[in-house]
């Protein structure tokens, strides 16, 4: 609901929230939400290298393999 409200620090502090939980059935999309919150901040850096350890957890995620190319060009 931030990063639909535009609110991405808020969206990221929520996602980092969740994933300090360690809840197994949520954390993927936790990881995939906050890459997505750091593309929105701008952080493009560590939101490589947050890919890069999702893609290693979740490497058959076909929508994370494309977006990993787009944040290659970044």
Do not use: H
């Not at 850096?45 to 995620?61: F, G, I, N, R």
């Amino acid at each position: 609901m931030e990063i639909k409200a535009g609110n991405y620090d808020k969206a990221l502090e929520y996602y980092q929230e969740g994933i300090k939980k360690e809840d197994d059935t949520a954390m993927q999309d936790l990881l995939k939400g906050e890459i997505v919150a750091l593309e929105y901040t701008g952080d493009f850096s560590s939101a490589k290298e947050k890919m890069t350890e999702y893609l290693a957890k979740y490497p058959t995620d076909q929508a994370a393999l494309r977006e990993q190319t787009f944040l290659q060009t970044r």
